[in-house]
């Protein structure tokens, strides 16, 4: 099976081509990212209105693109998917109806997609199947802990309560003076620090259950800024490295701890990274060597679909496709789709 896939949720317009046959590895045999980064990052976030406006400037040289780097022409797509939620309307309403056009035309079948499915099957998608296992989903808008019996059968066991661990990432990361997104930023700031410096707080690590909360980590990192420095706010000379590995440490340890504990609950051996700060070292290592200690096996995805792309989006339609489902062509874009019904 052929399956032209369209990612464009956010800032980052994704087209990708992959094929597949059920219990294989999928081949990507294109996935093609045009970045907004730069054009948010004046903005110190992503403008929605910038954002769609440039998913239509993008969006058919992209198809284009892709298609000529697979090798395939548009008849020979066996189903077309977009990303229907959640994201930014404006933003999905573009990719979303730009597949769907396509398979109109073509008279194939569509296939509407969550972005969360999209990161949480992504470190699967070179084996092409999915193992039972314990997913934490950690990107720039969800901390997500979910049990997964395999796909499309999903258990939510734990979220934030307030801001996701890449957000606090960027929030921190732009109260340091650290250009956006923070997280590759603070990670390399912290590469010289000492994570032990500041003890920051690691919240509701003691607490019963698996939810989250970075907003008090948010809050301690600028009180700490503001004592060291009342008259700016900003960090000492030489404090940086320092500032960036204590919170980058806190976030990890929050993490780790209840990830595992999570595994133990349901008790699943496998545990899967994904999302944009599943690619921080330190937090790989971590769980590496917690995973290690436990005896738990770790999966995580390859960096180019770690951040949003449209292979992960192909991948778990290409899944929904090989059980024979489709999405109808009316189906409406979810802002907030939720990916496991409260
Ligand atoms: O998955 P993603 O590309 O987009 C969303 O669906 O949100 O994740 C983007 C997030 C941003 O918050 C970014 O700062 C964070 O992932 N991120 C990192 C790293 N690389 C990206 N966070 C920590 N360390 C990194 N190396
Ligand atoms: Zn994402």
């Given at each position: 099976?052929?399956?032209?896939?369209?990612?464009?949720?956010?800032?980052?317009?994704a087209?990708?081509v992959?094929?597949?046959?059920?219990?294989?590895?999928?081949?990507?045999?294109?996935?093609?990212?045009?970045?907004?980064?730069?054009?948010?990052?004046?903005?110190?976030?992503?403008v929605?209105?910038?954002?769609?406006?440039?998913?239509?400037?993008?969006?058919?040289?992209?198809?284009?693109?892709?298609l000529?780097?697979?090798?395939?022409?548009?008849?020979?797509?066996?189903?077309?998917?977009?990303?229907?939620?959640?994201?930014?309307?404006?933003?999905?309403?573009?990719?979303?109806?730009?597949?769907?056009?396509?398979?109109?035309?073509?008279?194939?079948?569509?296939?509407?997609?969550?972005?969360?499915?999209?990161?949480?099957?992504?470190?699967?998608v070179?084996?092409?199947?999915?193992?039972?296992h314990?997913?934490?989903?950690?990107?720039?808008?969800?901390?997500?802990?979910?049990?997964?019996?395999?796909?499309?059968?999903?258990r939510?066991?734990?979220?934030t309560?307030?801001?996701?661990?890449?957000?606090?990432?960027?929030k921190?990361?732009?109260?340091?003076?650290?250009p956006?997104?923070?997280?590759?930023?603070?990670?390399?700031?912290?590469?010289?620090?000492?994570?032990?410096?500041?003890?920051?707080?690691?919240?509701?690590?003691?607490?019963?259950?698996?939810?989250?909360?970075?907003?008090?980590?948010?809050?301690?990192?600028?009180?700490?800024?503001?004592?060291?420095?009342?008259?700016?706010?900003?960090?000492?000379?030489?404090?940086?490295?320092?500032?960036?590995?204590?919170?980058?440490?806190?976030?990890?340890?929050?993490?780790?701890?209840?990830?595992?504990?999570?595994?133990?609950?349901?008790?699943?051996?496998?545990?899967?990274?994904?999302?944009?700060?599943?690619?921080?070292?330190?937090?790989?290592?971590?769980?590496?060597?917690?995973?290690?200690?436990?005896?738990?096996?770790?999966a995580?995805?390859?960096?180019?679909?770690?951040?949003d792309?449209?292979?992960?989006?192909?991948?778990?339609?290409?899944?929904?496709?090989?059980?024979?489902?489709?999405?109808?062509?009316?189906?409406?874009?979810?802002?907030?789709?939720?990916?496991?019904?409260?």
């Open positions: 099976m052929l399956l032209l896939a369209i990612e464009s949720s956010c800032d980052e317009t087209v990708a992959m094929s597949g046959e059920p219990g294989r590895p999928a081949r990507i045999l294109a996935s093609e990212i045009s970045s907004q980064i730069e054009l948010h990052r004046v903005y110190g976030g992503v929605p209105e910038i954002a769609s406006r440039n998913h239509s400037l993008h969006l058919r040289p992209l198809v284009e693109q892709a000529k780097h697979a090798g395939v022409a548009i008849h020979e797509i066996d189903a077309f998917a977009a990303t229907s939620g959640p994201g930014l309307a404006s933003s999905l309403l573009i990719g979303a109806t730009a597949a769907k056009a396509m398979a109109a035309a073509t008279g194939k079948p569509f296939l509407a997609v969550n972005h969360l499915e999209g990161h949480l099957l992504s470190p699967f070179d084996r092409g199947v999915v193992p039972e314990l997913a934490l989903i950690v990107s720039g808008g969800h901390t997500l802990l979910l049990d997964v019996a395999g796909p499309g059968r999903y939510k066991l734990g979220s309560r307030d801001d996701a661990a890449g957000e606090a990432f960027d921190v990361a732009k109260m340091l003076g650290l956006y997104p923070g997280g590759p930023e603070i990670e390399k700031a912290a590469l010289g620090g000492n994570p032990e410096a500041f003890a920051f707080p690691r919240s509701m690590m003691k607490e019963p259950g698996f939810d989250f909360s970075f907003s008090g980590l948010k809050t301690a990192v600028l009180y700490t800024l503001s004592e060291r420095n009342p008259e700016t706010g900003t960090p000492l000379p030489g404090e940086l490295p320092d500032l960036c590995a204590s919170f980058q440490q806190a976030v990890i340890d929050v993490l780790v701890t209840k990830t595992l504990r999570a595994a133990r609950h349901a008790g699943r051996r496998t545990i899967a990274l994904s999302g944009g700060v599943s690619l921080n070292k330190a937090l790989r290592a971590a769980f590496e060597a917690a995973c290690q200690r436990e005896g738990l096996t770790l995580t995805a390859t960096p180019g679909l770690c951040t792309n449209a292979a992960m989006i192909a991948f778990a339609a290409l899944l929904r496709a090989f059980e024979g489902q489709s999405s109808p062509l009316d189906g409406d874009i979810d802002p907030n789709l939720p990916l496991v019904s409260a």
